[in-house]
């Protein structure tokens, strides 16, 4: 156990932004059948905190590198980019027009009759944009660095976007 590990070696997989998530998962419930606290029950006081300490990070290594936006944060912060420094740093105003016009279009989604429809389309849109993103995102992070993190930027905006058409969608149901 090496604490020194980034999070893509702890699990043995290239430190690129495409990954397989099956194969994420297999090694993380690997991991977890010889890490896992319950294991070192009677272990010495060291090795039970070694292990849970193990446990901890593969946890956080697992929960960043199983989806796309958390996953494009941490190759950034491999590359010496940490976006928690930047949730105010400018990003295209084209771009944010378009935000705009998508939280009027969420707003105005729940006075159509066919809201849940409509709200199932707007969501496509969004997943959409948000693969776009994705793919720029992976060009970029081999190439240009900046516009890696534009990417980023642009994919925390539909992620926030997407959170709260989530958000309708359950307010509509009634959940």
Request: negative net charge; proline residues 3%; glycine residues 2%.
């Amino acid at each position: 156990m090496d604490f020194k590990q980034n999070y893509y070696e702890i699990f043995q997989l290239p430190a690129e932004f495409r990954i397989d998530t099956e194969l994420l998962a297999q090694r993380y419930r690997q991991l977890q059948r010889k890490i896992h606290p319950d294991k070192y029950v009677d272990a010495s006081e060291q090795d039970r905190r070694m292990s849970m300490q193990w446990a901890t990070q593969v946890n956080e290594a697992y929960t960043t590198l199983k989806s796309s936006l958390p996953r494009a944060m941490y190759l950034l912060k491999l590359n010496g980019i940490d976006m928690g420094e930047k949730q105010n740093a400018p990003v295209e105003p084209a771009f944010l027009m378009e935000q705009i016009e998508l939280r009027e279009d969420l707003e105005s989604i729940a006075e159509h009759e066919d809201a849940l429809s409509q709200l199932d389309e707007f969501k496509a849109k969004v997943r959409e944009v948000m693969e776009r993103l994705e793919s720029e995102f992976e060009v970029n992070i081999e190439k240009d660095l900046h516009a890696a993190e534009q990417s980023v930027l642009k994919m925390q905006f539909m992620n926030k976007l997407m959170i709260a058409a989530e958000q309708l969608e359950e307010k509509l149901l009634d959940y």
